[in-house]
Nanobody, 124 residues
């Protein structure tokens, strides 16, 4: 059974930091592109970041580039999202997702497996 379990969400002040984790089981983690997405009520799911198999290639949305950092630990089958300089606009439910294949993608439709999400709330 495939499971993606996010953790690390919570409440932060503007300018603060949070680190999200996503522990993956039930699939071959080392051959999956991993992505982070976020969604606010009434809005579409939005791409945040993605990382390639070996953790060398990564991509970010313009809204988080320079503030967020994605990483992965293949030995632990875990992907991380370090979020710094948080802004109230970062408030959302954050989801991790796994994609089959080698290419990074910002499209939610490219990802096959999804976690349940973790809430991030940033107060001004």
């Amino acid at each position: 059974q495939v499971q993606l379990l996010e953790s690390g969400g919570g409440l932060a002040r503007a300018g603060g930091s949070l680190k999200l984790s996503c522990a993956v089981s039930g699939l071959t983690f080392t051959t999956k592109v991993m992505g982070w997405f976020r969604q606010c009520p009434g809005k579409e799911r939005e791409f945040v970041s993605a990382i390639g198999w070996r953790g060398i290639n990564s991509d970010y949305s313009d809204s988080v580039r320079g503030r967020f950092a994605i990483s992965r630990d293949n030995a632990k089958s875990t992907v991380y999202l370090q979020m710094n300089s948080l802004e109230p606009e970062d408030t959302a439910v954050y989801y991790c997702a796994a994609k089959i294949g080698m290419n990074l993608s910002g499209s939610p439709n490219s990802y096959t497996y999804w976690g349940q999400g973790t809430q991030v709330t940033v107060n001004s």
